[in-house]
T-cell receptor, first 115, second 115 residues
Framework: GAVVSQHPSRVICKSGTSVKIECRSL??????MFWYRQFPKQSLMLMAT?????????EQGVEKDKFLINHASLTLSTLTVTSAHPEDSSFYIC???????????FGPGTRLTVL | QKEVEQNSGPLSVPEGAIASLNCTYS??????FFWYRQYSGKSPELIMS????GDKEDGRFTAQLNKASQYVSLLIRDSQPSDSATYLC???????????????FGQGTILTVHP
């Protein structure tokens, strides 16, 4: 149990385009989903916290107009990187939790390369 | 002072030995504690969760929690080369009086198990 999927696993796009990443909890309802970014050999960086039906809470320094988050249901959250630039190239990972003090289960990640 | 601290390593142990990974945290009201394993280029994978003082065993893994000392550890018995990865300690506590399930991660300990 506790499976989280992400799609796509890898995407290459041109500078200036937008990319949407989907995150789904497959076998549980996620009260909250989280979006992280990780650069090579660096720690996970939390970008935002997403609750179903409400606006996402962004961490300091993360541009909410650039990284659009939609949490449409208890099993689906999407992250859209708008007007992507090469510096946005990174490993984007979502996680989901069934409760506030419960474990976070991570998706397999999406590797974004912006040319 | 960092909220969750781990030795970055690398920690090198021979195959078959016990690997001991340590973590300290600063928030006394933290309630949930987790160990994740992350292989290079992959997303974190939950291996242990612990909520109360004492030991919790699961196969070759034992998590130990001491809330009075604000210390959590992970022991890996009979270490295998496939255990070579970065191990992340994560703590879920209360921030601003409300917990949204956010995890605070340590910087990770790189473990290498050599044959």
């Amino acid at each position: 149990g506790a499976v989280v999927s992400q799609h796509p696993s890898r995407v290459i796009c041109k500078s200036g385009t937008s990319v949407k990443i989907e995150c789904r909890s497959l076998d549980f309802q996620a009260t909250t989903m989280f979006w992280y970014r990780q650069f090579p050999k660096q720690s996970l960086m939390l970008m935002a916290t997403s609750n179903e039906g409400s606006k996402a809470t962004y961490e300091q320094g993360v541009e909410k107009d650039k990284f659009l988050i939609n949490h449409a249901s208890l099993t689906l959250s999407t992250l859209t990187v708008t007007s992507a630039h090469p510096e946005d190239s990174s490993f984007y990972i979502c996680s989901a939790t069934p409760g506030q003090l419960s474990e976070q289960f991570f998706g397999p990640g999406t590797r974004l390369t912006v040319l | 002072q960092k909220e969750v601290e781990q030795n970055s390593g690398p920690l090198s142990v021979p195959e078959g030995a016990i690997a001991s990974l340590n973590c300290t945290y600063s928030d006394r009201v933290s309630q949930s504690f987790f160990w994740y394993r992350q292989y290079s280029g992959k997303s974190p994978e939950l291996i242990m969760s612990i909520y109360s003082n004492g030991d919790k065993e699961d196969g070759r893994f034992t998590a130990q929690l001491n809330k009075a000392s604000q210390y959590v550890s992970l022991l890996i018995r009979d270490s295998q080369p496939s255990d070579s990865a970065t191990y992340l300690c994560a703590v879920n506590g209360v921030s601003g009086g409300t917990s949204y399930g956010k995890l605070t991660f340590g910087q990770g300990t790189i473990l290498t198990v050599h044959p």
